[in-house]
């Protein structure tokens, strides 16, 4: 039986003018049980990485992102921190348009992605505008925020058959017509041409490899050697414990980072790389995905039982986004008085 609760036509006809396919997005749909499935988790760096690598989406963190500012003195402990908030409020806000537990919540985490971004605007180096709307960098950056989230899925879960993996990439150009996403390929051949495209012209600067750090060939052993021989004996055991993490996070990088990146990043993929990771595989691989798929929307629903109140009900909230909308307008105001 097909979830006749969600309906988002009119949140995309208001952003895009397009019906939408909800078929493409509801309970039985090859999107909504992915999206929930534990073994996306391996996505997370990914995620991060492969939404970011534009001139433009890095000079939006550069300019709005205060961990990436130079000037900032911020630890590397912090920065990390800081990134995982990011990665846990996206996460949020997008399954909360998928698995919100009421139809206002999904209006308001579509309308709350959308708006965040309203603010990621300035000039480029060579004086150019940029805004994170602009239609290739929004679809550049939705596609590879997605793209990790299929390979992810495809090595640790797998893909029953080719056609399910055609309806998530079409599920996933759905989901991103919800807030404003267009002109992405809508079949697997020419949407590997334009990933292909796209990644040939990626930006690894030293803000993408700050956000890829923990993955790369050494960091463990040098920041353990760093904080031993400054007697920082409590930051190296913390560092020792969160061994595991770094591990699961440099098996997800495995699957899911082009191949392409490794130099610039700084990675080199071992034998003890491809062990691992097959390990990993096959573990998952026993898992029946009518378990681990219902991670997403069970994680939902218990949490809004336990009074948890959502992102685009705080920080996120219509309130909030419309004072920052209104404080936009009104520098952009004063910036064509002044022929800025």
């Not at 965040?116 to 805004?131: E, F, M, W």
């Not at 392409?260 to 990043?265: A, E, G, M, S």
Request: glycine fraction near 8%; charge should be positive; charged fraction near 25%.
């Amino acid at each position: 039986m097909r979830n006749s609760r969600l309906n988002l036509e009119h949140i995309t006809c208001a952003l895009t003018g397009e019906p939408l396919r909800t078929e493409l997005l509801d309970e039985n749909s090859m999107l909504y049980k992915m999206l929930g499935d534990a073994g996306v988790v391996y996505a997370g760096l990914a995620v991060l990485v492969l939404g970011t690598v534009q001139v433009q989406t890095i000079k939006g963190l550069k300019d709005h992102e205060p961990i990436f500012q130079k000037q900032t003195n911020t630890s590397e402990a912090d920065k990390k921190k800081a990134q995982a908030q990011r990665l846990q409020e996206s996460s949020e806000l997008l399954g909360g348009i998928i698995y919100g537990v009421s139809e206002q919540d999904k209006a308001d985490a579509a309308f709350a992605l959308r708006e965040l971004h309203r603010k990621i605007r300035g000039h480029l180096a060579d004086g150019s505008r940029y805004h994170a709307w602009e239609p290739q960098v929004w679809a550049h950056a939705w596609a590879g925020i997605f793209k990790g989230i299929i390979d992810a899925y495809a090595v640790f879960r797998g893909f029953d058959t080719p056609e399910h993996r055609d309806e998530a990439l079409l599920g996933f150009i759905e989901f991103g017509k919800v807030f404003g996403v267009k002109g992405i390929p809508d079949n697997w051949l020419e949407f590997d041409i334009y990933w292909q495209d796209f990644i040939s012209t990626a930006v690894i600067d030293e803000t993408v490899c700050q956000i890829a750090s923990v993955v790369r060939n050494g960091y463990f052993q040098e920041n353990l050697l760093e904080r031993l021989r400054s007697g920082e004996w409590r930051a190296a055991l913390k560092l020792i414990a969160s061994l595991p993490k770094l591990r699961f996070a440099r098996v997800g990088a495995m699957a899911t980072f082009p191949l392409q990146f490794d130099q610039q990043l700084g990675i080199k993929r071992t034998l003890f790389d491809r062990i691992e990771g097959k390990i990993h595989q096959l573990i998952w691989r026993c898992v029946p995905k009518s378990w681990s798929s219902k991670l997403g929307p069970n994680s939902f629903k218990k949490r809004a039982e336990r009074g948890h109140i959502p992102i685009w009900r705080k920080r996120l909230s219509r309130e909030n986004l419309q004072i920052t909308k209104n404080q936009i307008r009104e520098q952009r105001e004063q910036e064509i008085a002044t022929g800025g």
